[in-house]
């Protein structure tokens, strides 16, 4: 049994009301500050009483897909359940990305759709479309509701199961005649829902075996995912870091978890990571990954990562557990359960007079640092760089700053050349890579964050998939801000035509220097529209976008078009293959 969110008017109402009026009782009583969606035929009925609430805001979006990713964004900075919604067939299909993004990067989501009047369902009716069995693979869970006694159960379900455990997307779909037909409103007061008990404390036994293996490695790493994040245990890795002394890698899902400012921090690992992360884990003889799942952009050729470590791995999510890369010692809990946990129980061990010896380890990580720091080289031919927009902007906007990015080479320069100091201030589309994820995504963070600059860092391709939320910005003023970084064309595809492919770029040029006009784009849906084409007009490019903050801004920085994301794993090579330029891999450094 569980404890259903609580809040807002009575948990029972005997005066009769529609599905429809019950509906948004329900998500007033879950605790929904905002929803972002699109009215259409199937769920219409639930229009009308969203109108009279004075407790949910509706933010009308112009495509469900935008809706999806301002849902997840809002989600991903305030930590609440975010909400999409949106009609049947095509509305509801057009949530399928966001859905699935939110699944692969555990965002608490809940989808609520309509769908055709119960008799229709199964009949091909207009805009029908199956969107329980569509989404089956990429939600926790998912509720058809052709009962209108049903809805206030099946609304607490999800926002339960969304929020709990490892976090992600539910779907809610409403037949159109129970959002019309009388109920009666009923809040559960608690939740039976069997086969569904998230565990959250560790066992002590696997606790108190890795914090053993701490101290009996002598090159350990803390291997940290956006698992740590989503527990909100950001305080407690540092703590459990500290008392260690151990070296710190935090994942692309994990910037932020761990300040990039501090001295144990040794960078991001993976295909584009720093030298340094990706040579601790190849070289460490034990890992301990928390809230992280072992993804092969980490990994690189699974059966040559970190091929001398013991790995201690702790999720909430079990089936997370030795999927990839076996545990040696497997911890099933919530992070910061698990941390304080690990925290502990290794000051016991020092209680008991037994400490690590990491003096070595540090010395040769060091040694990686000074050798192998992350950098760019500024282009010849005077154009601007890419590298330098972001790192300015970093530094300008400063560590509050919250940054979404889209999907591509900047978004991975975005990863690499911005300082995050703070957790839930980066946002991007991780696990599925979804292009057109930062303009939206942006507008919610904004949404949950009123008080938070917010920026978004677009590629030209990416840009031109979603900026139509721009005007949903601009009528709502949700004032965002958003660096373009054009460079003409679709720049990771093209890195890897010209490394793979023999420099054949087929279907790569966007001309986006050309068309369309970026400024007079942003001009048009109400925002204002800079650009900036050298090095010596970036600063007070970015200087002017921050000091307007009467509509959105949008600024299109045109910049040089063979820049490339350096350091560089091949997909489906080892580790041990990194490249920091083109023909130049570093040679790790051995321990004397």
Known sequence: MTDPQHSGPAA????????????????????????????????????????????????????????????????????????????????????????????????????????????????????????????????????????????????????????????????????????????TFRWPRTLNLPGYRPVTRPHAKQVREAARLILESRRPVLYIGGGVIRAGATAGLRKLAEVTGLPVVTTLMARGAFPDSHPQHLGMPGMHGSVTAVGALQKADLLVAIGTRFDDRVTGQLNTFAPGAKVVHADIDPAEISKNRIADVPIVGDAAEVIADLIAAVEGEYAAGRTGDYEAWWKLLNKMKQTYPLGYEMPDDGSVSPQYVIERLGRIAGPETIFAAGVGQHQMWAAQFISYENPRTWLNSGGAGTMGYAVPAAMGAKVGRPDATVWAVDGDGCFQMTNQELVTCAVNDIQIKVAVINNGSLGMVRQWQTLFYNQRYSNTDLESHRLPDFVKLADAYGCHGLRCESPEQVDATIEKAMALDDAPVVIDFVVHKDAMVWPMVAAGTSNDDIKVARDLAPSWERED
Do not use: C, W
């Not at 935008?66 to 909400?83: C, P, R, S």
């Open 12 to 183: 029972s109402d005997a005066t009769p009301m529609t599905g429809a009026e019950s509906l948004v009782r329900s998500l007033e009583h879950a605790g929904v500050e905002v929803v972002f969606g699109i009215p259409g035929g199937a769920i219409l009925p639930a229009y009308d009483p969203l109108m009279d609430s004075s407790a949910v805001r509706h933010v009308l979006v112009r495509h469900e897909q935008g809706a999806g990713h301002a849902a997840e964004g809002y989600a991903h900075v305030t930590g609440k359940v975010g909400v999409a919604m949106a009609t049947s067939g095509p509305g509801a299909t057009n949530l399928v990305t966001p859905i699935a993004n939110a699944y692969m990067d555990s965002i608490p989501l809940v989808a609520i759709t309509g769908q055709v009047p119960s008799t229709a369902i199964g009949t091909d009716a207009f805009q029908e479309a199956d969107i329980r069995g569509i989404t089956m693979p990429i939600t926790k869970h998912s509720f058809l509701v052709t009962d209108p006694d049903e809805i206030p159960h099946a609304v607490a379900a999800a926002f339960h199961i969304a929020s709990t455990g490892r976090p992600g997307p539910v779907l809610v779909d409403v037949a159109k005649d129970t959002l019309q037909h009388d109920t």
